[in-house]
């Protein structure tokens, strides 16, 4: 079934929420070239009629919404025979408070909007975050939406959770940004270590897709890591290096550590990059094993990501 799913999406309506994020719209424009008609709903709608000006639009809908609003969430849905709801939204504010008004809050009235109009199928997409150890605002209320997506689903709900790794090929990820103390500018990654032989675990973007292209006719009711592989940080930072033409620069790990320990609960972004830190240096174990057997998917390699960005 999910094999088919890959080819032909004929027929099939889906709302997708968080359509102007990275991963969001280049979800929406694969789902629409393979045949599916598209609710996309995005806080900002210019984020979204940008990148649809050149493709075909037909089959795409953008609606104006904000998740953190139920009525914006409702209206999406009200009067269309949607199939499936995805989420892709996502805050990644050091701010608990702003965090959970979209990881948590947001998830639940997708949730509460796709039970009441009937949707077969919601994925919610996760991140590996949720395993970190270390508290920060965005693991924390992500692992807090997992739960709310599990206790909302059943007979009613078929629900599946999407865990991606770093995603490989969105802006995101892969272009530093800036970090400013008196005096001082340091233009650092968003993997904040000079623990160059850390294991920095990854998804490409395509794969991200295909996974959740997949996710929409898998077995239900289940979590899944979207998981390509392996590599280093060094072999990560390079490659970034050549595709975005960003000059590297790393924050030292011990002094991270150090600001965390005197500033860092008066400065939540400090804490949360000295939790990405203590991630990075000492990963759980992740498996990709269900990734492949439920959905279907064909792994890459991260030398194989290169090829096909044409670097090496």
């Not at 702003?98 to 919610?124: M, P």
């Not at 739960?147 to 999407?162: E, S």
């Not at 990405?276 to 439920?294: D, V, Y």
């Amino acid at each position: 079934m999910a094999s088919k799913l890959g080819v032909n999406l004929q027929e099939k309506v889906i709302a997708i929420y968080g359509a102007s994020s990275n991963i969001g719209r280049k979800f929406t424009q694969e789902a629409a070239r393979r045949g599916a008609t598209i609710v996309a709903v995005a806080r900002n709608i210019d984020k979204v009629l940008s990148y649809l000006k050149q493709a075909d639009t037909r089959n795409i809908e953008v609606i104006q919404g904000d998740i953190t609003q139920l009525e914006d969430v409702r209206k999406a849905l009200h009067g269309r025979d949607v199939d499936a709801t995805i989420n892709f939204a996502a805050n990644f504010s050091p701010d608990a408070l702003r965090s959970r008004s979209v990881n948590v809050i947001g998830e639940q009235h997708v949730l509460d909007a796709s039970k009441e109009f009937g949707i077969k199928r919601h994925i919610y997409i996760s991140t590996i975050a949720t395993q970190a150890q270390k508290p920060n605002a965005y693991s924390n209320t992500k692992r807090e939406a997992e739960n709310v997506v599990k206790a909302a689903g059943g007979k009613q709900l078929d629900w599946i959770i999407l865990r991606y790794a770093n995603v490989l090929g969105t802006q995101t990820w892969n272009q530093p940004f800036k970090f400013i103390f008196p005096y001082l500018r340091l233009a650092i990654p968003k993997v904040p270590t000079d623990a160059k032989d850390a294991i920095f675990p990854y998804v490409t973007i395509e794969t991200a897709i295909e996974a959740t292209l997949s996710a929409l006719e898998a077995r239900p009711n289940q979590t899944i890591t979207i998981l390509d592989g392996e590599t280093t940080i060094e072999e990560y930072l390079s490659a970034m290096e050549k595709v975005y033409n960003v000059r590297r620069s790393y924050l030292p790990s011990k002094q991270l550590q150090s600001l965390n320990k005197h500033f860092g609960k008066y400065f939540p972004s400090i804490a949360g990059l000295c939790a990405a830190l203590e991630f990075l240096t000492h990963p759980p174990t992740f498996e990709n094993t269900t990734m492949k057997r439920e959905l279907k998917v064909k792994t890459r390699t991260f030398q194989e990501w290169m090829a096909f960005k044409n670097i090496s």
